[in-house]
């Protein structure tokens, strides 16, 4: 089956640091990934969609001057938080498709990034 | 867009009691009801899912049932176990290049 992973799972880093954050899809070429942000007891929250080749299109409200994406191959996506501070804390996750868009959809194991 | 609404937000049983919880959608051309489990600090993963052409679906413990007309679903766990404590959210999703949006989850706790 589809095999999403992530890194790292977890880092810390300090105030005003950047922090990069892989997505790779290990058995498939996934032309589309999706950044997800998930404060704790809550909901996932699309952050941005990465395509392949082509810039993120981000959810309203989100920065993408501070969150990078990067989806350089098809099975390869970064984001980077940039100047990261306490309020970025969260839990990471980033989820591909088997370019059966919504029918495939899998989770990477998730970041858990602290700053300090 | 589409508006997943999700509940309870959370529930506790006792082991071998059953468990529901229900999702209702807006958008009438969703056909794709995926439901996940999350385990703490974990990723989730899909336990099962239903497209719009059944209104029912059963893989052991854990069935799904979807009304299209009434568009809500939702997810029946039989003989509970404690194993089964998880955060579960549903999605509807279009299916196709279409993203799927989440519920906000819920908190199932089962009591040995």
């Known amino acids: 089956g589809a095999v999403v992973s992530q890194h790292p799972s977890r880092v810390i880093c300090k105030s005003g640091t950047s922090v990069k954050i892989e997505c790779r899809s290990l058995d498939f070429q996934a032309t589309t990934m999706f950044w997800y942000r998930q404060f704790p007891k809550q909901s996932l929250m699309l952050m941005a969609t990465?395509?392949?080749?082509?810039?993120?299109?981000?959810e309203q409200g989100v920065e993408k001057d501070k969150f990078l994406i990067n989806h350089a191959s098809l099975t390869l996506s970064t984001l980077t938080v940039t100047s990261a501070h306490p309020e970025d804390s969260s839990f990471y996750i980033c989820s591909a498709t088997m370019g059966q868009g919504g029918y495939g959809y899998t989770f990477g194991s998730g970041t858990r990034l602290t700053v300090v | 867009g589409e508006n997943v609404e999700q509940h309870p937000s959370t529930l506790s049983v006792q082991e071998g009691d059953s468990a529901v919880i229900k999702c209702t959608y807006s958008?009438?051309?969703?056909?794709?009801f995926p439901w996940y489990k999350q385990e703490l600090g974990k990723r989730p993963q899909l336990i099962i899912d239903i497209r719009s052409n059944v209104g029912e679906k059963k893989d052991q413990r854990i069935a799904v049932t979807l009304n299209k007309t009434a568009k809500h679903f939702s997810l029946h766990i039989t003989e509970t176990q404690p194993e089964d404590s998880a955060v579960y959210f549903c999605a509807a999703s279009r299916g196709g290049s279409y993203i799927p949006t989440f519920g906000r989850g819920t908190s199932l706790i089962v009591h040995p």
């Open positions: 958008d009438s051309a969703s056909n794709y």
């Open positions: 990465s395509n392949e080749g082509s810039k993120a299109t981000y």
